[in-house]
Nanobody, 122 residues
Framework: QVQLVESGGGLVQAGGSLRLSCAAS????????MGWFRQAPGKERTFVAS????????RYADSVKGRFSISRDNAKNTVYLQMNNLKPEDTAVYFC???????????????WGQGIQVTVSS
């Protein structure tokens, strides 16, 4: 089992920045790929970004490319999501994910955090 705990969400104005953190514990050897998904009210949970344990391979959803940046610190078992130039449409609950392989869909994810709210006001 892998436990994931997110932090860093909140309320920000459009154009602002936030950094989310996700600390992993437990069987972290299963967390080869860590990432973020988000879910807006009434919508499906969708992929945002993911990163390989080496840090050398990254993936982003088209909607966040150039604005969001994912990174990880393996010594701390923590993954980060730096979100810049935030837009109202980025408002959602953001979920940290951990997986043994690459995954683009929520149904493919092995482990989830509890989720954290990000609200962007216009």
């Amino acid at each position: 089992q892998v436990q994931l705990v997110e932090s860093g969400g909140g309320l920000v104005q459009a154009g602002g920045s936030l950094r989310l953190s996700c600390a992993a514990s437990g069987r972290t050897s299963s967390a080869q790929i860590m990432g973020w998904f988000r879910q807006a009210p009434g919508k499906e949970r969708t992929f945002v970004a993911s990163i390989h344990w080496s840090g050398n391979s990254l993936r982003y959803a088209d909607s966040v490319k150039g604005r969001f940046s994912i990174s990880r610190d393996n010594a701390k078992n923590t993954v980060y999501l730096q979100m810049n130039n935030l837009k109202p449409e980025d408002t959602a609950v953001y979920f940290c994910s951990a997986n043994s392989a690459w995954a683009n869909y929520a149904t493919e994810i092995d482990y989830w955090g509890q989720g954290i709210q990000v609200t962007v006001s216009s």
